[in-house]
């Protein structure tokens, strides 16, 4: 049964601290999104990979986050330092693109609840 | 800029009853459109993807169809159920750069009533 996995399902720190995401993505997919869900911004893209290179960080605050895939089965998401505000669903999706400039069908993990208090 | 807009935001059905959510999307150059449905604290299962090139698509009790020069998607549900309860959202690929990100419509929260 291939999904996405995440850890960790909910993370509690205070401002100030690091926060570590990490996704695996489904076995043979090439592409892997980072989004972040509030109640108040909806579903964003924050960030994705293709064939662990980064195509596009453009939605992610560039000096506090960071984005990596150090193999093609991990990819992480980093806040330093967190603030409340990052407080959010934060969830990976991978998917296999197989046309230029087409997404294909991406499929969803669990998600990470992050509170920063 | 592709805006992607659901409606109902809510919807409160009874058992049994067939109900439609709407998609709608501003820039009508998309290769595909994919309904998700979200529970309650839980991350997104896909339901549906229509390609471009296709009318509608169907799984069980769910038809989704796709008119691209009117910018708009309709989600089917036949004789719902309590287990249909949930969030239902739909996506488009944003046209032109980096084109594999997806583009979320605000959602229709859809309560079945046993």
């Known amino acids: 049964d291939a999904r996405v996995t995440q850890t960790p399902r909910h993370k509690v720190t205070e401002m100030g601290q690091e926060v570590t995401m990490r996704c695996q993505p489904i076995?043979?997919?090439?592409?892997v999104f980072w989004y972040r869900q509030t109640m108040m911004q909806g579903l964003e893209l924050l960030a994705y990979?293709?064939?662990?290179?980064?195509?596009?960080d453009s939605g992610m605050p560039k000096d506090r986050f960071s984005a990596e895939m150090p193999d093609a089965t991990l990819a992480t998401l980093k806040i330093q330092p967190s603030e409340p505000r990052d407080s959010a669903v934060y969830f990976c999706?991978?998917?296999?693109?197989?046309?230029?400039?087409?997404?294909?069908?991406?499929?969803f993990g669990p998600g990470t609840r992050l509170t920063v208090l | 800029k592709q805006e992607v807009t659901q409606i109902p935001a809510a919807l409160s059905v009874p058992e049994g009853e067939n109900l439609v959510l709407n998609c709608s999307f501003t820039?009508?150059?998309?290769?595909?459109l994919q309904w998700f449905r979200q529970d309650p604290g839980k991350g997104l299962t896909s339901l549906l993807l229509i390609q471009s090139s296709q009318r509608e698509q169907t799984s069980g009790r769910l038809n989704a169809s796709l008119d691209k020069s009117s910018g708009r998607s309709t989600l089917y549900i036949a004789a719902s159920q309590p287990g249909d309860s949930a969030t239902y959202l739909c996506?488009?690929?944003?046209?032109?750069?980096?084109?594999?990100?997806?583009?979320f419509g605000t959602g229709t929260l859809l309560a079945v009533q046993p």
């Open positions: 990979f293709r064939n662990r290179a980064p195509l596009d």
């Open positions: 996506a488009v690929p944003a046209y032109g750069g980096a084109t594999n990100k997806l583009i």
């Open positions: 820039d009508s150059a998309i290769y595909n």
């Open positions: 076995l043979g997919h090439n592409t």
């Open positions: 999706a991978s998917g296999l693109v197989t046309r230029r400039d087409a997404t294909n069908e991406q499929f």
